[in-house]
């Protein structure tokens, strides 16, 4: 079974128990020590490798134009909005707000009229390693606001000394421009995910849309193993993980076109998945507290992989979305009952065309710009440890294997074809 990015380390590392402790403190999701660990790599052992720069990305400028945030807008019923860069000391509304001393920010994004009744007067755009040791990106999305002493930082909610609760319906789009590392696979902590990868030259650019969704927090990760644990809280959040296919912890499956999406709200133990050569399954694990912090309502999920056309010949053998619905099983293991209301669901996306007309001949050329993506659902299930496998059909296997060993390389090359 080949694995693609282990995102838990091991328990009683000193690394997880400092990383326990920062959470219990400021209130940050236990999901940056369970995104992290080893990925199976791919390169040669003396492939030279990339490493991302250690510091928060700034704004891009004249002077940085790599590794830098270009663009961030906030997305509002009222429409979209430019986000405005505000440097701390400098105020946006006048509002002052209760904020973490210990995470202070050197200002935040805004916009004329932003409404500070949200409990927050924008947001702190975090891009950067999701700790000291790693190449793997976090994309956060804080609220901030100035405190007391006028300095930004990351805003608390009072009642439960965690994290104030992003404003459900605010969209955030955040356009990153890279460097010599090319992105594998997103993994959203959102309600609704949107990402999209360009060039500029040769400098990949991300753009990554979101909205936030309800996560429940534990004070310790001991909350997400059993049907017992209660969330010390459950604001709305929205971050993401970048996985590089060329960084020090690179995505472990070749050839891939890097545009495999996956979300969830179960933060506790969220995988990227594992792929069995042998049965062509995917499987995958996400995990929260059972309970909400009221002890009695429980807490219930979602884990959603969106798999272009071309990954899914490599991994399924599957090269025509219309049968993915009727070759696929969907799967879920979970312990007291967290499987009964759980719906399951295989969607396809249609093909993004762009049409162009040449100016001489009058001639129309349709070209696809963006492929059809194989959407797997589970939702609705209980936490605290659902297993979710996704798998070719044991009656079906036979032929589909066949078929997936005859298209990797080919479609290796048409993946390789289309990042250039």
Same mark, same amino acid.
């Given at each position: ?46 492939a030279?490798?990339?490493?991302l ?31 405005l860069?505000?440097? %701390? =000391?400098?105020? /946006? ?9 210990? &995470?202070?920010?050197? !200002? *935040? ?94 400098i ?23 049907e %017992? =644990?209660?969330? /010390? ?9 970048? &996985?590089?296919?060329? !960084? *020090?912890?690179?995505?472990?499956i ?113 070209t ?30 036979s ?22």
């Amino acid at each position: 079974m080949r694995k693609f990015v282990v995102l838990e380390y091991a328990s009683g590392l000193t690394w997880g128990d400092y990383m326990e402790k920062i959470v219990r403190r400021i209130g940050w999701p236990f999901v940056v020590t369970a995104f992290l660990g080893l990925a199976v790599s791919t390169q040669a052992a003396n492939a030279a490798v990339e490493i991302l720069p250690r510091a928060d990305f700034p704004m891009c400028s004249a002077e940085r134009m790599t590794y830098c945030i270009s663009e961030v807008t906030f997305i509002e019923l009222a429409g979209e909005k430019a986000g405005l860069w505000v440097p %701390t =000391g400098t105020s /946006a509304t006048g509002a002052v707000f209760p904020t973490f001393d210990k &995470v202070p920010y050197a !200002g *935040r994004f805004t916009y004329d009229g932003f409404d500070v009744a949200r409990g927050y007067d924008g947001v702190y755009v975090r891009v950067g390693p999701a700790n000291e040791y790693t190449d793997t990106m976090m994309l956060a999305i804080e609220p901030a606001g100035p405190g007391a002493t006028g300095q930004v930082g990351r805003v608390k909610d009072e009642v439960t000394g965690k994290v104030r609760s992003l404003a459900a319906d605010m969209g955030v789009r955040v356009v990153v421009r890279l460097g010599a590392l090319k992105p594998a696979i997103t993994i959203g902590v959102t309600n609704t995910a949107e990402v999209n990868k360009t060039l500029d030259g040769e400098i990949p650019v991300l753009s990554f849309t979101g909205y936030p969704v309800p996560v429940a927090i534990q004070n310790s990760s001991k909350d997400c193993v059993d049907e %017992t =644990g209660i969330a /010390a809280a459950k604001p709305y959040q929205l971050y993401a993980l970048v &996985v590089f296919e060329n !960084g *020090r912890d690179p995505f472990g499956i070749p050839g891939l076109s890097g545009d495999i999406l996956l979300s969830s709200n179960g933060t506790c133990k969220i995988t990227s998945p594992t792929w069995s050569a042998e049965t062509l399954a995917f499987s995958f694990t996400a995990a929260s507290p059972h309970f909400a912090p009221d002890g009695t309502t429980v807490n219930r999920g979602f884990y959603r992989a969106s798999i272009p056309i071309n990954d899914a010949a490599m991994l399924f053998g599957i090269t025509d979305p219309k049968v993915a619905a009727t070759a696929l099983d969907l799967i879920l293991e979970d312990t007291e009952m967290g499987s009964v209301s759980v719906e399951k669901r295989v969607a396809v996306t249609k093909p993004v065309m762009k049409t162009e007309t040449d100016p001489k001949t009058k001639k129309k050329t349709t070209t696809e710009i963006k492929p059809s993506n194989i959407v797997i659902s589970f939702t609705n299930f209980q936490f605290s440890s659902p297993k979710m496998t996704v798998k070719i059909k044991a009656s079906k296997l036979s032929q589909f294997k066949k078929v997936q060993k005859s298209l990797v390389n080919s479609y290796r090359g048409k993946n390789a074809k289309n990042k250039k």
